[in-house]
């Protein structure tokens, strides 16, 4: 039906049931989401969990809703490589909070800290 | 073998010096995104960028989070709402969630009735788009006066750990800020498309490059964008 019309430019032409088929999924992606929070599922089942959802959902998007599975490689790459550099960040920045915290714990007494947390909520700035 | 005869059928030019020589040389015809518009091409270089900001928002979230001694508040309490004397937890953002993903879902149609030149209907479907955006926008609006009146600021809150209205005000106010510009630009398009600007090519604003329908899915990028980025917040701010 719009094949005539596909060809004209690089357009984007799909037919909107695919479009029909993602929202869907992300609804029902976000549904299982919400869930995990509503069970109330704790430690590494959670954290698995909600990851690979998120990474489902944000896939479904910028492939499809973004159009990034047709799109050529090059953009491809030059897109989506250079985020991952974030991740050697986030390693980075684990072992720095956790030595922070390390720290605190060490050499500041963490009832003072509560109290302190405490004060500021209570006075209610 | 093709490469080279295309060398040989390729003009000698002469290299301008000085600045001109500049302007020259970064606006000469070299391309590495063969398929996609320059248009196209800048909105993704754009959206890493953002990424970029956003990355390290929630980077910095997780920094402090990790480094405080003191309790995370716990965001499906703190988030939670009463609804006829049943608390329901993160309640709200569900809402948000839904109504954000619905507005990627009407923005994908307007891209596509666009290049199908259906005027109407995409026109319809941007300004539905933007219903849904300033709705998200409205949401989080109450959210934040809820979350004041609570006490949250960002030195401290009631809940636990002082970082945590820092955190919360940084990362949705920035993304909020997005949303509501989204909302904008998709007003100013889908008047576009209703005038007919796409159609008979008239001078855009600033640039004065005749108009195609292909602005309403760069528009679509950005916003879907926007939408990708709250996955990303649920996941881990909300979630967490």
């Given at each position: 039906m719009d094949q005539s019309e596909t060809?004209?430019?690089t357009h984007q032409q799909h037919p909107i049931k695919l479009y029909l088929v993602v929202w869907g999924w992300l609804f029902v992606l976000s549904i299982f989401s919400y869930m995990v929070d509503i069970i109330d599922f704790r430690g590494l089942l959670r954290w698995s969990l909600v990851v690979t959802l998120m990474m489902l959902k944000a896939g479904l998007i910028v492939a499809v809703f973004m159009h990034m599975a047709w799109e050529r490689l090059a953009l491809t790459y030059a897109m989506l490589?250079?985020?991952?550099?974030i991740l050697v960040f986030v390693v980075m920045m684990i072992f720095e909070g956790g030595y922070t915290e390390w720290m605190r714990l060490v050499f500041l007494d963490k009832a003072d800290a509560n109290a302190l947390a405490g004060d500021i909520g209570a006075a209610g700035y | 073998m093709s490469e080279a005869t295309a060398n040989e059928n390729k003009p000698v030019q002469t290299l301008e010096p000085g600045l001109k020589g500049v302007v020259a040389d970064w606006a000469s015809?070299?391309?590495?995104?063969?398929?996609?518009?320059w248009g196209k091409a800048m909105m993704w270089i754009f959206l890493v960028s953002d990424t970029f900001v956003f990355g390290i928002f929630l980077l910095s979230y997780m920094t402090t989070r990790i480094s405080t001694p003191v309790a995370w508040p716990d965001p499906s309490h703190v988030f939670g709402l009463h609804v006829f004397g049943v608390e329901v937890p993160l309640l709200l953002i569900a809402i948000m969630t839904f109504v954000l993903i619905t507005s990627s879902g009407t923005m994908a149609m307007a891209v596509n009735f666009g290049y199908r030149r259906d005027k109407a209907k995409t026109t319809l479907m941007l300004l539905v788009t933007a219903l849904f955006g300033a709705t998200f926008v409205g949401m989080q609006i109450f959210e934040w006066t809820k979350l004041i009146q609570e006490g949250v600021r960002p030195w401290g809150n009631?809940?636990?750990?002082?970082q945590f209205g820092a955190s919360f005000f940084m990362i949705t106010g920035f993304h909020g800020t997005h949303v509501t510009i989204g909302v904008i630009f998709l007003l100013i398009v889908a008047r576009k498309v209703w005038r007919g600007d796409f159609d008979n090519g008239r001078p855009g604003f600033f640039t004065a490059r005749k108009g195609r329908y292909e602005v309403v899915e760069i528009m679509g990028l950005y916003w879907h964008f926007v939408d990708l980025v709250w996955v990303f917040i649920f996941a881990f701010f909300y979630l967490w």
């Open positions: 060809h004209t430019e490589v250079p985020p991952v550099l | 015809d070299q391309r590495s995104f063969k398929t996609a518009s009631p809940f636990g750990a002082e």
